[in-house]
């Protein structure tokens, strides 16, 4: 079991930053991938970026690519998303997400345990 709580949402002007955090409970935290997700209102949720067990791999989604970095602190138990150059169409509630998988793993059903969700708005 894997139990995650997100922190650092709020509310940011367009252009600003955002750094997002992820602390999990329990032993295992490194034998899991990371990832956060996204979902705007009236949305379906969305992959943002992904993380490997080790942190040497990482994915992003195209429309974050050279914004948003994930990062991971495994003696920290905790996964970091750092957001620069926010946009408006950032706007919505993100969820990290843990996967058991080692292949780039993209859809919601490869993430066994999320967490609750922080707000991000962004204005224009």
């Known amino acids: 079991q894997v139990q995650l709580v997100e922190s650092g949402g709020g509310l940011v002007q367009a252009g600003g930053s955002l750094r997002l955090s992820c602390a999990a409970s329990?032993?295992?935290?490194?034998?899991?991938?990371m990832g956060w997700f996204r979902q705007a209102p009236g949305k379906e949720r969305e992959f943002v970026a992904r993380?490997?067990?080790?942190?040497?791999?990482?994915y992003y989604a195209d429309p974050v690519k050279g914004r948003f970095t994930i990062s991971r602190d495994n003696a920290k138990n905790t996964v970091y998303l750092q957001m620069n150059s926010l946009k408006p169409e950032d706007t919505a509630v993100y969820y990290c997400?843990?996967?058991?998988?080692?292949?780039?793993?993209?859809?919601?059903?490869?993430?066994?345990?999320w967490g609750q969700g922080t707000q991000v708005t962004v204005s224009s």
């Open positions: 329990g032993r295992t935290f490194s034998s899991y991938a």
């Open positions: 993380i490997s067990r080790s942190g040497g791999i990482t």
């Open positions: 997400a843990a996967s058991p998988y080692t292949r780039v793993a993209v859809g919601s059903d490869d993430y066994d345990y």
